[in-house]
């Protein structure tokens, strides 16, 4: 027949110096380890000091150790190493001592499995609160790069490779030159000028979509407001932003690059400018808005010169149908061959309108010269509509008279 256990001393008051001996404390210990069927050290996390008054140790924790049941667990099992931030309660100023932090963070690494630093960059909030360590993070900001940046100080970190930046972190400009110049390495960028590569894409592909949010979606606005020592020709850019084409000063700023490029020093070089020239050289948005056509990039961005668009590979669409631009060119083209006397019209023909970029407005008449200044002329001379029959020659002394 079993016989109950008998109550033990610590149930009533005990005699005075009782929790002074060892033996005393460890019969304690032993005796409590058997009623909450302990079986390993892990198993007393779950001890706390109310326990142990209920237990009738309240004299033991008051008289030996300060109230506090890890240091009774500690001279109970001093072998073993008690991790503090596993009980329900750490101990009083446990976070405030930078060694503590540090230790439960080697521990925490251990136990995620990180290897490597870079590893800490997946560490976020719920690690913290899953593992006893949300006071720690709320210490610092609830920022868990925070948190590892103080007590891993020996390493490089890049903030933005954390799950969350530290709150304003973005605000700080200098932090903005970090992120590009760490960017442009990933990246491949070796000078400058490979910064005109950049995409929307390669920022939000490598932890800047913040960064972009803040700049309004624009890796242009960035770059110029982290590195405004260099002189960024926007036109470069992939995608130089939807308004950059319609600001005159961006585009006659673009000509005077592009004619620095080409090597054109005075205005009569530009009528060497073709489409291919504004392709190949960031100008294809520009040159697109305008029918394709230089001349008509060159008259909206250049009006202060007297542009002739006959001197230009191609004239706009419908551009010798109107009346006024044929007599514009054979008042031009009489002016360069000297033409004073109307006698003297009489040797431009075929040939030298084809040599003085006329063959676009001859082919036009079937390369015959009276039909041309007839078109041109007739309607200033009404009565040369009554001689049409006298010869051509005849004919075309009056229109020019």
């Given amino acids: 027949m079993d016989h109950p256990e008998p109550r033990p001393i610590w149930y009533d008051h005990v005699p005075p110096g009782f929790w002074r001996r060892s033996a005393n404390r460890r019969a304690f210990m032993e005796w409590l380890e058997r009623k909450l069927d302990v079986r390993k050290p892990e198993d007393w996390y779950e001890l706390t000091s109310a326990t142990i008054r209920r237990f009738g140790g309240r004299g033991l924790l008051q008289q030996c150790f300060g109230g ?20 329900p309660q750490v101990p009083r100023g446990f976070w405030m001592d930078l060694a503590n932090c ?7 690494g251990e136990k995620l499995g990180f290897d490597e630093p870079e590893d800490w960059y997946c560490i976020d909030h719920r690690h913290f609160n899953e593992n006893r360590g949300a006071t720690l993070l709320a210490r610092y900001g609830a920022s868990p790069s925070a948190v590892v940046k103080t007590f891993f100080p020996e390493h490089d970190w890049k903030e933005w490779l954390f799950h969350h930046c530290p709150r304003n972190f973005w605000a700080d400009p200098a932090n903005h030159r970090r ?40 890796p242009i606005a960035i770059l110029m407001s982290t590195f405004p020592e260099y002189p960024w020709q926007i036109w470069k850019f992939r995608y130089p932003g939807k308004r950059f084409w319609g600001n005159p000063a961006h ?8 004619g620095t490029r080409l090597g054109y020093t005075t205005y009569e070089d530009w009528y060497q400018v ?22 008509a990039v060159m008259r909206e961005y250049m009006p202060e010169y007297d542009w002739k668009e006959w001197l230009f590979q191609r004239v706009p669409r419908g551009f010798w149908s109107d009346r006024d631009n044929r007599r514009r060119y054979l008042e031009w083209l009489a002016e360069k061959l000297g033409v004073r006397d109307p006698e003297e019209w009489n040797r431009i023909g075929t040939h030298t309108l084809i040599r003085n970029h006329g063959k676009s407005v001859i082919r036009a008449y079937g390369y015959i010269v009276d039909d041309l200044f007839l078109d041109t002329f007739a309607e200033d001379h009404p009565a040369i509509r009554g001689i049409l029959g006298r010869g051509r020659r005849r004919l075309r002394r009056l229109v020019i008279r």
């Fill in 251 to 258: 585009c006659r700023a673009y000509l005077d690059w592009l």
């Fill in 102 to 108: 540090r230790r439960y963070l080697e521990w925490l």
């Fill in 68 to 87: 506090s049941a890890l240091a009774l667990l500690q001279e109970y099992l001093p072998w073993y190493d008690w991790k503090e931030w596993l009980f």
């Fill in 274 to 295: 073709t489409y291919d020239d504004f392709s190949n050289n960031h100008g294809l948005s520009l040159i697109s808005q305008f029918q394709s056509l230089p001349f």
């Fill in 179 to 218: 992120y590009l110049e760490w960017l442009g390495g990933e990246l491949g960028f070796e000078n400058m000028e490979d910064w005109y590569q950049i995409k929307t894409d390669d920022l939000m592909l490598h932890r800047g979509a913040s960064l972009l949010c803040k700049f309004d979606f624009s």
